[in-house]
């Protein structure tokens, strides 16, 4: 059971980069003090990744299980070699969530639009293990926060009792962030200052919002027992121009592969086929036929990586060490910002972003844990990646971990 007197409010920001909360913290913007003033108590993590593919679905299923997709099994999409066709994941999780942990203890709590956890431990009639999904932006989200903290009724909701443990997703970051024509009341931009300023405002009313958030907790008399985690699930990347998955063809063609077919989601293969690509919008998958020993694959690796437009390449071996399922790709290759691989479209004429990339703008992520259970005002710069959080909130609540996960703990941030 969870310590007594406890309380624990997991925040995710989706599309958090790191470097957005050094951007808004620079010289250039009036920074986010709100979350500065939780640092102050709590640790920064400076160095905190996510996992690959750095998409929404399988990072949000993988930070709810502590374990990345060679445990819940979700990588977005991929080609199974049985069916020879690309299949997508969806909300795919094949591992325990905190929220059927807390469930299966009777820990009372709440999700608000964590979808991650929607019938997985939380449903929408259960008033002991809320699921809720309000939509709309940042204030609504943590509106709902409020009103069912203090299980005021006012939403039409009330709890059994009050919740012990509450988990808020925001997607404003996200949304804002692809830079599509019209997003959560902001307009597309052409220049990457454009959208980084678009983000910049965003990110400075969400961290007004955390404040009142974090002034309520105290009003209502929680705040000094409650652990807090604020991180994501990726960052962003931007992107513009035409596609280069032509490049990555002739290197294959080079060394000797003619059958190269790039497919989507539900497309199936010829009979014949060699290679199969794979593109969300940046980084491109790559399937081989034939099981080539690893002398042919570190040439193919070494030709790919000498292109000028790519920035990291990874074989099966490399994706494994990162926690990656045994049926994803044999190869990915991520290019340098702003290129990208996409099968879909010839040329995107104007700036978007996404983060399925190996770049450090996609994989570097905000992180910050605060509370009793927590040492405060502590820089952490160690490699940690965001399946380590819930694991380690879990050993430090004294809370039973989601049965599968394989994350490391962060044992000397304890005290």
């Avoid at 049985?82 to 994941?89: A, E, S």
């Avoid at 996960?405 to 304890?414: E, G, Q, T």
Wanted: hydrophobic letters at 35%.
């Amino acid at each position: 059971m969870m310590k007594n007197n406890r309380f624990f409010v997991y925040i995710n920001w989706d599309g958090f980069s790191y470097y957005y909360y050094k951007l808004a913290n620079s010289l250039s913007y009036s920074g986010t003090p709100y979350i500065n003033k939780l640092l102050n108590e709590g640790i920064l993590f400076t160095n905190a990744y996510t996992g690959i593919p750095s998409i929404t679905y399988p990072m949000q299923s993988a930070i709810v299980s502590g374990a990345y997709s060679d445990v819940t099994n979700n990588v977005y999409k991929y080609f199974d070699r049985h069916l020879n066709k690309v299949i997508l994941c969806r909300r795919l999780n094949k591992a325990q969530t905190i929220g059927e942990v807390l469930a299966g203890n009777d820990i009372c709590f709440a999700s608000i639009q964590q979808f991650a956890l929607e019938n997985r431990g939380a449903e929408y009639d259960d008033l002991r293990h809320l699921y809720i999904q309000p939509g709309g932006d940042y204030k609504n989200r943590f509106k709902w926060a409020r009103q069912i903290f203090v299980n005021s009724g006012i939403s039409g909701i009330e709890m059994d009792e009050q919740p012990k443990v509450l988990f808020i997703y925001i997607d404003d970051l996200d949304s804002i962030g692809h830079n599509n024509f019209y997003a959560r009341g902001r307009i597309k931009r052409f220049t990457e200052k454009g959208r980084l300023k678009n983000i910049m405002g965003r990110l400075k009313q969400m961290d007004n919002e955390l404040g009142k958030f974090v002034e309520f907790l105290k009003y209502i008399g929680i705040y000094d027992n409650t652990n807090i985690l604020l991180t994501s699930d990726h960052g962003m990347v931007p992107f513009k121009g035409k596609s280069y998955v032509h490049r990555i063809i002739e290197i294959l063609k080079n060394q000797g592969f003619h059958k190269i077919e790039c497919l989507n989601i539900g497309e199936t293969s010829s009979p014949d086929w060699e290679v199969i690509m794979i593109s969300v919008n940046l980084q491109l998958q790559i399937y081989f036929r034939d099981q080539l020993g690893d002398e042919k694959m570190r040439s193919i690796k070494a030709m790919i990586e000498q292109d000028d437009i790519v920035e990291k390449c990874l074989t099966k071996d490399e994706l494994k060490k990162r926690g990656t399922a045994a049926f994803f790709a044999d190869m990915l290759v991520s290019p340098i910002p702003p290129y990208h691989f996409s099968i879909n479209k010839n040329r995107y004429w104007t700036l978007h972003a996404n983060h399925d990339s190996l770049n450090s703008q996609a994989q570097h992520v905000f992180s910050l844990i605060k509370g009793p259970d927590f040492k405060k005002g502590v820089v952490y710069d160690k490699r940690v990646y965001n399946i380590s959080f819930i694991p380690t909130l879990c050993t430090a609540m004294e809370l039973p971990l989601p049965v599968q996960s394989n994350a490391r703990i962060i044992y000397d941030i304890i005290v």
